[in-house]
């Protein structure tokens, strides 16, 4: 059975800091990989989505991710980290058919 | 073209009432999916509709149910409701058609956040 794990429930950063969310996933065969960003009181948003090809992949608001077969992970980055980033993150493997949510990690960044 | 539209966004009910919740996808999209989300459990994924047809459940009891209308417009509607329903129901669409390998990734609406008081 499918299934995704963010270690990190809660991740502190230093506006302008480097970040990288952990996501380890369990997956039968190629997995399909999501980032999504969620606000408070609001739904849920795309950063980005790995299908095939590349391993790393662009995403939206400066955000990349990598995917590693061998580690089973796809971990998120972003260079420099924006106040507005404050945010929860999801990461999520499957399809529209069957998509697998983490538990998600909520980002705090400090001024 | 216009997003997700949930509603209510906000919803207080009593216990052993039963609520509907609505959510037009996004034009054109076909697909569309009901999580719950609260605190302790995180998104759990509820049903799954394509084309008016329930193609998947997620594990929730039968006073869980929907529907999907030919305009693709979904309703969800929760019986006898419970203190542990309250949550934020999120509603997803995807442009994914039927027999498609690749997946598109949803766009949510905003949620209803129900309260069972």
């Known amino acids: 059975a499918q299934s995704v794990t963010q270690p990190d429930i809660h991740i502190t950063v230093s506006e302008g800091a480097s970040l990288e969310l952990r996501c380890n996933y369990s997956y039968g065969a190629t997995p399909y990989l999501f980032w999504y960003v969620q606000s408070p009181g609001q739904g849920l948003q795309l950063l980005l989505k790995y299908f095939s090809g590349d391993t790393l992949v662009q995403g939206i608001k400066g955000f990349e991710a990598e995917f590693k077969r061998s580690q089973s992970s796809f971990n998120l980055r972003k260079p420099s980290v924006h106040w507005s980033d404050a945010a929860e993150y999801f990461c999520a493997v499957g399809d529209e058919n069957d998509m697998r949510f983490g538990a998600g990690t909520r980002l705090t960044v400090k001024p | 073209k216009a997003g997700v539209t949930q509603t209510p966004r906000y919803l207080i009910k009593t216990r052993g009432q039963q609520v509907t919740l609505s959510c037009s996808p996004i034009s054109g999209h076909r697909s569309v999916s009901w999580y719950q989300q609260t605190p302790g459990q995180g998104l759990q994924f509820l049903f799954e509709y394509f084309s008016e047809t329930q193609r998947n459940k997620g594990n929730f009891p039968g006073r869980f149910s929907g529907r999907q209308f030919s305009n693709s417009r979904s309703e969800m509607n929760v019986s006898t409701l419970e203190l542990g329903d309250s949550a934020l129901y999120l509603c997803?669409?995807?442009?994914?058609?039927?027999?498609?390998?690749?997946?598109?990734?949803?766009?949510f609406g905003s949620g209803t956040r129900l309260t069972v008081v």
């Open positions: 997803a669409s995807s442009s994914k058609s039927r027999g498609s390998s690749s997946p598109y990734g949803y766009t």
